[in-house]
Structures are given as structure tokens and as C-alpha cells.
T-cell receptor, first 114, second 113 residues
Framework: DAKTTQPTSMDCAEGRAANLPCNHSTISGNEYVYWYRQIHSQGPQYIIHGLKNNETNEMASLIITEDRKSSTLILPHATLRDTAVYYCIVRVAHGSGNTGKLIFGQGTTLQVKP | DAGVIQSPRHEVTEMGQEVTLRCKPISGHNSLFWYRQTMMRGLELLIYFNNNVPIDDSGMPEDRFSAKMPNASFSTLKIQPSEPRDSAVYFC???????????FGDGTRLSIL
């Protein structure tokens, strides 16, 4: 699975959009980009994933560059409860000999401030 | 629907004792994963099961660790004998169809004295 690079930490003002970048320059054509977050003392929580098109759900938007070498997770209106460690993970789809295991890096610690 | 349920939430025991962590995956999910999280090493995959069969246990640190999944609704991770360096938060996750994400439990915080 491709390696990802994320900033160690970021701050965001409450109510503003939080834009979390992720570099995955060695991503393969069949690898998806997944985002999870981990709020203190809880298990990781799935946010969103995508292959090449931009994706949006009730939690966030995922913008993937055309060359797929980087992506940005957008939390449109950050709240204090969005303070967490955000993990960007790339992996091949389940199947083709892979059962979907995730390899977590160090992630980005997002601090949402009042 | 209930999420992934882990027990106990906290465990404190003395080194040398046997420790058993338990996990109930989400009903209908056919893949189950055990992870360990420490400050030094982050979140690491220990072992995963597909349809109750262990597929990859390359992340299990040593023979003191063992995991079983006797049926689709229950899995255990056992450490015998436990050592202080096993202190960590242990997470269980389950997954359904190929296009669905993993769902994690809230973990077991294990302290070995």
C-alpha cells in the first residue's frame, strides 16, 4: 500500500472550514484514499473514501487531485467536537487477495479553537 | 444498530497473569481486525479474520499473543503471560461487504503492572 504524508498538526477556528491535506504521490491506480479520525479515548471513526472523483457525505468532502497524488479532506464548518487526529490511508480495494486491512500513519492532530 | 462491542473497557493486572480481551463484531460483518495502539508505535494491526478464519497474523508480536474467532459473533485476544510492555489500548474492528469501511470499537485500555 502507498505511503501517505500529512502535517503533524493544524489549528482551525470554530465555524470555519478545516482543510486537511494529504500527499500520496506513489498511489497506484487501484488504490483508494480513506480518511478516519480518532477522538481522544475513542476508536477510529470512518469519515469518507474515494478513488478519483470528489466525494461528499454528511461529515465531510474529499477532494482528490486529477493526478491522484494528493487529496484534501474538508470539514465545512468545524466544531469543537471535530478536534481529533485525522488519518489519511491509501489501500487497494477489498478483493484481489486483499481483505481491506488498514495501515495507519501518525495522522494530523486538528485542534478546533473557539 | 449496535456497533463493535469490546470488553472490558479497562483492565489492570500484574505481569505474568493471563489477559483475555473480547470483541463482538457488528452483526453480518465477515471480517474482523485486532489492532494495538501505543504512543511509541501508533496504531498497529495485529491480526485479521475473514469468515472466522485467521488470514494474516504477521502483526502478532510473539507467541504470548493468540487470537480466536470461534463464531461470527465473537472473538478473543489472549496474552499469556502478560508483560508491562503489553500495556496499550487494544481495538477491535469489523467490516462487511468489500466496499464498506471498517468500524471500530471503543477499545480496551490494558495496563500491566
Amino acid at each position: 500500500d502507498a505511503k501517505t504524508t500529512q502535517p503533524t498538526s493544524m489549528d482551525c477556528a470554530e465555524g470555519r472550514a478545516a482543510n486537511l491535506p494529504c500527499n500520496h504521490s506513489t498511489i497506484s491506480g487501484n488504490e483508494y484514499v480513506y480518511w478516519y479520525r480518532q477522538i481522544h479515548s475513542q476508536g477510529p471513526q470512518y469519515i469518507i473514501h474515494g478513488l478519483k472523483n470528489n466525494e461528499t457525505n454528511e461529515m465531510a468532502s474529499l477532494i482528490i487531485t486529477e493526478d491522484r497524488k494528493s487529496s484534501t479532506l474538508i470539514l465545512p464548518h468545524a466544531t469543537l467536537r471535530d478536534t481529533a487526529v485525522y488519518y489519511c490511508i491509501v489501500r487497494v480495494a477489498h478483493g484481489s487477495g486483499n481483505t481491506g486491512k488498514l495501515i495507519f500513519g501518525q495522522g494530523t492532530t486538528l485542534q478546533v479553537k473557539p | 444498530d449496535a456497533g463493535v462491542i469490546q470488553s472490558p473497557r479497562h483492565e489492570v493486572t500484574e505481569m505474568g497473569q493471563e489477559v483475555t480481551l473480547r470483541c463482538k463484531p457488528i452483526s453480518g460483518h465477515n471480517s474482523l481486525f485486532w489492532y494495538r495502539q501505543t504512543m511509541m508505535r501508533g496504531l498497529e494491526l495485529l491480526i485479521y479474520f475473514n469468515n472466522n478464519v485467521p488470514i494474516d497474523d504477521s502483526g502478532m508480536p510473539e507467541d504470548r499473543f493468540s487470537a480466536k474467532m470461534p463464531n461470527a459473533s465473537f472473538s478473543t485476544l489472549k496474552i499469556q503471560p502478560s508483560e508491562p510492555r503489553d500495556s496499550a489500548v487494544y481495538f477491535c474492528a469489523s467490516k462487511g461487504r468489500v466496499d464498506q469501511p471498517q468500524h471500530f470499537g471503543d477499545g480496551t485500555r490494558l495496563s500491566i503492572l
